[in-house]
Each structure stands twice: as structure tokens, then as C-alpha cells.
């Protein structure tokens, strides 16, 4: 079956460490994003990429970056800069070009916590 | 700006009982509607969808109607299960630029047997 595979399930970050999540798909989607969900809380925007070898900035994308070197990945590192990376971490995909009526679909996220 | 805002949690209900989660929207423009569930651990499943106003999206017993006129996506279901137990989103999504959603901050249901 077709699907979005997150890894690992849990990390753990030491002080001054940059880490990556990675994220794959094999949905066939041109779209991915990366939303960081905290307790309590709604879905924020990391980045997102349309298309292979382009993304864009979201809402809270200081402390992260991502690269896109092929359709299925797209992988996120936490960098020492982002100063309270505990969170879950969600990556999702749509097919691009399809309108806005296309629902995401997500992995199962990683739970990030600090040492 | 563009925002979804969505009845607080928790909300607790026993088996049986008529479920609804309150979703309004503000949004420039015609957005879709979405409401996701969210089973702990996981990720995020869609549930039902509309695209446009006066649209009904049903699924496993759940409903919800695309209302332009009070910007709102209520969702409802007539007689919940304990295996209901879960998070909510309401979402919704548009073209600025690129397809973005924006989701609301979620509802957590807890259903007693």
C-alpha cells in the first residue's frame, strides 16, 4: 500500500546537536510539507516543497531546514538554532496541481525530545 | 488572515450520545473544508471533506456541511463510540500561491463506555 513513512518514531537531541528526520513517500506526490504540533495545540507550518529542487519557507521555519533532492524524500533537520525543539513532527503530501480540494496525507510523526 | 477556530476540549461523552464539534472559518476567497481525526501516536487521517458551499461530507457515521453564509463546518455525529475516542481538526485549504492548509487547534473527544 502507498503511504508516508516517518523515522524513527522517537529521537533524542543532546544540546548543541543538529538532527534529521526523515521523511518518505511513495504516494507519487509532487507537494510535502513538515508541521510541528505541540501539546494542546493546532498544526504549524516548518516548510514545504512543490516540487523537486524548490521549497518554501512556512510559519515557524527558523531553527529547521530541509532539502529536496528527490520526490519521494524530503527530510527535515532540527538545528542547534531552534532553541525548544520538543515536539511531534508530522510530514504530509498532496498531489500537486490538483486543486485545493486535496486532503493531505501524513505519516505517523517522530517525537523529538531533548537530553 | 486566513484561520480556522474550533470549540476547546476536552469534550466527554458517554457511549451513545449526539456529538457535535463547533469549526469556523475565516478565509479570502473559497476554501475547501476538512475536518481530520487524530488516534494518539499518530498521524493525521482525513475524516470527511466539502468543497464548496452547501456540500455535505460524510464518513463512518460523521457528518459535516460546508455553511458559506456562517463560515462554519460543524461536525456531528448521532451516536458516538468508545472507539471515537480521539482528536479533531477542523482544516481548511487554498491557493495562495502554492496550496496551503490551516488547521484549527484541534478537539480531543473522550467517549465512556
Known amino acids: 500500500d502507498g503511504g508516508i513513512t516517518q523515522s524513527p518514531k522517537y529521537l533524542f537531541r543532546k544540546e548543541g546537536q543538529n538532527v534529521t528526520l526523515s521523511c518518505e513517500q511513495n504516494l507519487n506526490h509532487d507537494a510535502m510539507y513538515w508541521y510541528r504540533q505541540d501539546p494542546g495545540q493546532g498544526l504549524r507550518l516548518i516548510y514545504y516543497s512543490q516540487i523537486v529542487n524548490d521549497f518554501q519557507k512556512g510559519d515557524i521555519a527558523e531553527g529547521y531546514s530541509v532539502s529536496r533532492e528527490k520526490k519521494e524524500s524530503f527530510p527535515l533537520t532540527v538545528t542547534s538554532a531552534q532553541k525548544n525543539p520538543t515536539a511531534f513532527y508530522l510530514c504530509?503530501?498532496?498531489?500537486?496541481?490538483?486543486?485545493?480540494?486535496?486532503?493531505?496525507?501524513f505519516g505517523d510523526g517522530t517525537r523529538l525530545s531533548i537530553l | 488572515g486566513n484561520s480556522v477556530t474550533q470549540m476547546e476540549g476536552p469534550v466527554t461523552l458517554s457511549e451513545e450520545a449526539f456529538l457535535t464539534i463547533n469549526c469556523t472559518y475565516t478565509?479570502?476567497?473559497?476554501?475547501?473544508l476538512f475536518w481530520y481525526v487524530q488516534y494518539p501516536g499518530e498521524g493525521l487521517q482525513l475524516l470527511l471533506k466539502a468543497t464548496k458551499a452547501d456540500d455535505k461530507g460524510s464518513n463512518k457515521g460523521f457528518e459535516a456541511t460546508y455553511r458559506k453564509e456562517t463560515t462554519s463546518f460543524h461536525l456531528e455525529k448521532g451516536s458516538v463510540q468508545v472507539s471515537d475516542s480521539a482528536v479533531y481538526f477542523c482544516a481548511l485549504s487554498l491557493n495562495t500561491g502554492g496550496f496551503k492548509t490551516i488547521f484549527g487547534a484541534g478537539t480531543r473527544l473522550f467517549v465512556k463506555a
Open positions: 504530509a503530501s498532496t498531489p500537486r496541481g490538483q486543486g485545493s480540494n486535496q486532503p493531505q496525507h
Open positions: 478565509a479570502t476567497g473559497y476554501p475547501s
